[in-house]
């Protein structure tokens, strides 16, 4: 069983950045890949980024491509989500997943977070 926090929430302009993190606890995040979707008021869930944890493969929603990266801390079992020229579009609550495998597919993720909200103002 894995546990996952998020943080890093908040309100910004447009043009700014945040940094999301989600830590995992009960047990480490091990083979698993670790994605980050976001679901907007009235939208479904989406899809935005991952990583394999072993390895760090990386891989991006293309609206997200060369404004978002996502990395991983080995020592501290812990997932962020670096998000600069941020636009009003990328409002919505942002969670955290752990699948078994690397995929885009929400499906295919079996541990979820609570969700972070990030607001982007004009």
């Known amino acids: 069983q894995v546990q996952l926090v998020e943080s890093g929430g908040g309100l910004v302009q447009a043009g700014g950045s945040l940094r999301l993190s989600c830590a995992a606890s009960g047990r480490t995040f091990g083979n698993y890949a670790v994605g980050w979707f976001r679901q907007a008021p009235g939208k479904e869930r989406e899809f935005v980024a991952g990583?394999?944890?072993?390895?760090?493969?990386?891989y991006y929603v293309d609206s997200v491509k060369g404004r978002f990266t996502i990395s991983r801390d080995n020592a501290k079992n812990t997932v962020y989500l670096q998000m600069n020229s941020l636009k009003p579009e990328d409002t919505a609550v942002y969670y955290c997943?752990?699948?078994?495998?690397?995929?885009?597919?929400?499906?295919?993720?079996?541990?979820w977070g609570q969700g972070t909200q990030v607001t982007v103002s004009s």
């Open positions: 997943a752990a699948s078994p495998y690397v995929t885009m597919l929400l499906r295919d993720y079996l541990y």
């Open positions: 990583v394999r944890w072993t390895g760090g493969l990386t």
